[in-house]
């Protein structure tokens, strides 16, 4: 590995870090297991699951109004709020029970079909090809049209997210122009959808959120904004990373391609290891108070990353936890937090990815990577593949 | 006899064990766990029981052991 300080310049949007994330919080783990960077205003990183845990339960010392580290400064003070995932409680129980039926078991079921008929619709398209982009052909696509059923927007405008919510999370935290851009077109774009609904009312989320009440007022439209756009945010990155992280591993393993295909009573544990090992989403929190936490001196307002990932390669918590084990017996793994901001979209998140490897499993025969040093992987706080070039061989 | 838990203020809806023990817990229209009927369960479910135990990332869930009568314990 390079000299490259990651204990006290931990920095989470470097190529580096994209690069050797694995081996960097190993290093971390057994040398420095909570690490600092000035670059990002005196930001704490812990890497051990007991640790991570204990931050995340405790929302007291460790507010979440700024979930993600950027360069310049927290998003809150920014006046920009993406409820619930940058709120703390009461406000944030409140507006979570909102949003929770939306995303229960039962609703998220019946989605399913539609996320079958897009599996296979996007396969129809590269199948006679023998090779195609996993990123960028097949895994984006899918979070996309489901969030944009669920919001009650066209389809068409797909495109248009994808392109926001990858500047806002991989370009913007480092750049202030396009961190106040992306801003400004999500605004306009969503300021228009709620006027719209407000005239006609349609069966979707933005109509539900503009006549839903907390304590007793109606939402501010700050507040259905913010809203949609975490949904946006939080939905459409990490589903497409946890897809093509997932495709990725078995384009490279051809032993556990194999199991998969030969046992595919396996799929719903090696859908958890994949989440485990591959855990695309690290948050962030703000230390509220001064504290020792571990014998570091952390102060009020300071960002803390948690990187729920590195949690999941915690060889203190799992067995093995750099092998990928698919039919692992024990997982508690944290791909999608832990404690009151546990992932609101978990069903749907899960149904997406199952029915996304299931159906490219069952449809195309054995496949693997076309250059394995080819794939590119994002930086941020959302980790996964956005190149990665497949091919299999076609029948005829 | 062995009795299923589930704690519901840990609990926060991931929703691991629905995927394992289906026949054992009750969803709710918020995604939340509660034990289904009085929670009793065979002890050829155990393994399973346990499976959900280990993969619960809140800790939300336990077995508790009646002691009755004739157990010889
Ligand atoms: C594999 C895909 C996904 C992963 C790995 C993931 C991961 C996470 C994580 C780690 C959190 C916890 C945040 C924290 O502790 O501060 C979270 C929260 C959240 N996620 Fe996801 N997520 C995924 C997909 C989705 C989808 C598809 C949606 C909805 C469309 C969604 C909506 C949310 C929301 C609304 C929250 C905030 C919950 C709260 O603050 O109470 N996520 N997600
Ligand atoms: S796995 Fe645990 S947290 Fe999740 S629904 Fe079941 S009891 Fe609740």
Redesign the interface.
Known sequence: MSDINVKESFDHFSQYYAQNAFEIWKKLQNECPIASSRKYRNMWVPTKYSDIEEIARDTDTFSSRSPVVAEFGAMADFGLQVPPISADPPYHTSFR?LL??F????RIEALKDTVVYLANDLIDSFIDNGEFDAALDYAQHIPVKIISEMLGIRDEDGDQFRMWVHNFLELAPTDITVAATSLLQFFEYFQKQIEDRKINPKDDLITFLINAQIDDRLLSDQEIFGGCLLLLLAGIDTTWSAIGASIWHLASNLEDQRSLRNDPDIL?SAI?EFLRAFAPVTMAREVTKDVDFKGCPMKKGDPLLLPFPAANRDPEAFENADKIILNR??????A?G???H?CLG??LARMELSVAIETLIVRLPEFELKNPNDVKWSVGQVRGPRKLEIKFKVNR | MKKLLIDKDKCQGHNRCAAIISDLVDIDGLGFASVKLDGHFDDSRLIDVNKAIDNCPENAISIFVELSGDDNV
Do not use: W
């Open positions: 029970r929770l039926p995303f229960a078991p039962s719903g958890e017996e024990r997982n508690r793994h944290f999608f832990v404690g009151i546990r978990s069903n």
